[in-house]
């Protein structure tokens, strides 16, 4: 910014300092900058480092040998990371399917009471998961839960399980729930899309004698792709990031039961600020962070180089 | 034909009912609750709220006992400042970014978009530090700070992908006209980007009020507590009467409800108008 201004004043002589770029411009980069990116690249700096007399000492990748040497560390790491990449697996399975299914429904044209759908659908997305975690606590609890005694009265009370609270069930059982909070988001974007495919496209491949159901395979869904493309990344994004929340609700901090449910949210927030006997670790605090930013950047990186190129070539 | 076409409208819609209750019943099921007496709630969680087991008591010491109100105001106050920093900072950015040329416009572009790819998260251990160090610890203005900045990379990206779909002949006229630039963003940009206002909005305002992360983090004073941190905080006290728990869920949904039905009918608008590119 200020090699900006700068060579702008030197101009002066000649054209006018656009003094407005910089008012324009400055506020926004400021605040980002200060309140992101700085941020971020000082974890960066602070996971070489390791805690000393007051001050940090530099200890090279130290901190990194032992988040993936010394197996009270790597195995949590692992076991995180498995968590995550499964969570993500399901999501892409199950989550965006749905989503897609629901969007081209919605967007049959003249239906009936989409916009109804489309709010209703979109609802559960809108709520905080800490509403969310206990609506679903509510439901599935073995002890005050309604679950029970709803599937007693279906006649299939004998099926009922603690799903939140085994260790085989309850990354799935949270998966589902994070599923059907969600699902609006991609449901949106797809609806978005569809909705975009030209009148004209339809039209033509309906003249060709194709109808509804393979207008939307062979006509809309690769017109769809960049979308599909967009929403597989803000999947892998939100998976590694944003599930801390839902799992730290209804879990709490420890991911229970025996972690079967950590993911790289939970073990960030465990190593840095502590739990229960546990002590808080600001450098191995951040080197877990910059573990999970490398992990991020290669989705990203394989996002934008591999399948965002591969698919608008297939767009053009 | 006619009773094919029928029978597949009524398949349509059965599928998009039977997702509807899926995504409703939870929801009754909360807002059903809180109106009930304790234990009306353990003894027929299904039933209506109706007689005996009609009672208010649960919101009413959510709206007189608790410092939900006190949560309420802090969530109301950091979620609307932050998005109109947001919208007015984000649109500000995206203006200069598709309006002018200048040196080292692109890496701009790029850097401030940067942040949709790279989530803001990641760096909470200096975030903290930085906090800490600015004096800004346990106030609303460190969520405010750390909430714009989050929601700018993507409010700059839909409105700048917006501008420059839209024609520059409106502002080079009211150049000619002699409008200063400031007058020419507040005046025509402005409107002109009301379109995709909403999206943005929406997109920006749903983490904010839900967040469960930096008010756990940055702010978990008494004070400063926002609604989710409070209800969670609430919830985590298991002797509290389910009828206020309920109550205070319900309560907490309102504010984004208003919001998304006020912009559901331009979220779709707008995401089409292109402003949301694959």
Redesign the interface.
């Known amino acids: 910014m200020r ?2 201004a700068k ?1 702008g004043t030197e101009q002066t002589h000649r054209t006018p300092v ?1 003094w ?2 910089l ?3 400055a ?3 400021l ?2 900058t ?10 960066l700096r ?1 996971s070489l480092y390791q805690a000393g007399d007051g001050q940090g000492i530099f200890v090279g990748i130290a901190n990194y040998a032992k988040l993936f040497g010394e197996p009270l560390w790597a195995d949590q790491f692992w076991n995180a990371f498995k968590n995550n990449v499964l969570l993500f697996v399901m999501h892409m399975l199950i989550q965006n399917p749905i989503a897609l299914a ?1 969007a081209a ?2 967007s ?1 044209p003249n ?3 989409a ?1 109804a ?15 969310v975690g ?3 606590q ?2 599935l609890s073995p002890l ?1 839960g ?1 679950s029970p ?2 599937m007693n009265w279906l006649g299939v009370g004998s099926f009922f399980k603690p799903w939140l609270g085994l260790e085989s069930s309850a990354l799935i059982t949270i998966t589902l729930i994070s599923i ?1 909070q969600y699902v609006g988001i991609p449901l ?2 797809f ?3 569809l ?2 495919v030209p009148e004209e496209t339809i039209e033509a491949a309906r003249i060709d004698g194709l109808n ?1 159901w393979w207008i939307f395979w062979k006509v809309k869904l690769p017109l ?7 929403v597989g ?1 803000l999947t892998y ?1 939100g998976n590694f ?2 599930s ?2 839902l799992i ?2 209804i879990q709490g901090g420890l991911a229970g039961p025996d972690y079967s449910t950590d993911v790289m ?1 939970t073990f ?1 927030f465990r190593t ?2 502590g739990f229960q006997a546990q002590l808080g670790d ?1 450098y191995m ?2 080197t877990v ?2 573990a ?2 490398f992990i ?2 290669v989705g ?1 990186g394989l996002y934008l180089f591999g399948v ?1 190129r591969r ?1 608008q070539r297939y767009d053009s | 034909m006619l009773i094919k076409e029928r029978l ?1 409208n009524a398949g ?2 059965t ?2 009912i039977a ?2 209750l ?3 019943f ?2 009754a ?2 807002l059903i ?1 809180s109106f009930k007496s304790r234990k009306a709630i ?1 003894r027929e ?2 039933g209506l709220p109706i007689g005996d087991s009609f009672s208010g008591k649960g919101y009413a010491s959510v709206l007189s006992n608790s410092d939900f109100p006190l949560y309420f105001s802090n969530s109301l106050t950091v979620t609307c400042v932050s998005l109109v ?1 947001i919208l007015l ?2 649109a ?2 995206a ?3 598709s309006e ?1 040329r ?3 416009d692109t890496f ?1 572009g790029i ?2 978009v ?2 949709i ?11 903290l ?2 906090i800490v160090n600015l004096g800004l610890a346990n106030t609303l203005t460190a969520l405010i ?2 909430y ?3 929601g ?2 993507i409010a ?1 990206f839909i409105f700048t992908e917006f501008l420059r779909s839209v024609s520059r002949e409106i502002k080079d006229s009211a150049r000619i006209d002699g409008l ?3 007058r020419i ?1 507040f005046e025509v940009v402005i409107p002109l980007v009301r379109p995709v206002i909403a999206t943005v909005a929406v997109f920006s305002m ?1 983490p904010i ?5 930096f008010p756990l ?1 940055l702010s978990p004073g008494e004070e400063t507590r926002t ?2 941190l409070g ?2 905080q609430f ?1 985590g006290q298991y002797t509290v009467n389910w009828g206020a ?1 309920l109550a205070s ?1 319900s309560v ?2 309102v504010p ?2 208003v919001m ?2 006020i912009f ?2 331009q ?2 608008r707008g ?2 108008a ?1 402003a ?3």
Do not use: C
């Not at chain 1, 759908?117 to 509403?131: K, Q």
């Not at chain 2, 009020?209 to 992360?213: E, F, G, I, Q």
């Open positions: 090699t900006l060579s656009r407005y770029i008012v324009f411009l506020p926004a980069t605040i980002y200060v309140f992101a990116i700085y941020p971020i690249i000082e974890s602070l629901l429904l919605l049959i239906l009936k009471g916009a759908y489309r709010t209703i659908f979109f609802l559960p997305t809108l709520l905080s998961v800490v509403v206990f609506i679903w509510l439901i005050w309604i005694a709803f059907w949106m974007l609806y978005a899309a909705l975009n509804g769809i792709l960049p979308t599909l493309g967009l990344i994004i990031t944003a801390f929340d730290y609700s949210g960030l840095f600020f600001v605090g951040a962070a910059s999970l930013f991020i950047l990203v965002q698919l | 597949s349509i819609h599928v998009l997702y509807s899926l995504a409703l939870p929801l099921l909360i609750n353990f969680p299904m920093l900072l984000g500000m950015a203006h200069a970014l002018y200048f040196p080292g701009i850097y401030l940067l942040g790819m790279v989530p803001i998260r990641l760096g909470t251990v200096a975030l530090e930085l700070l750390v714009t900045a989050q700018l990379p700059i200063s630039e400031y963003f749903i009020w839900n967040d469960l992360w983090i609604v989710t209800v969670q919830i728990v869920l907490a949904i984004v409800l998304y039905i559901s009918k979220l779709i995401i089409t292109g949301v590119k694959g």
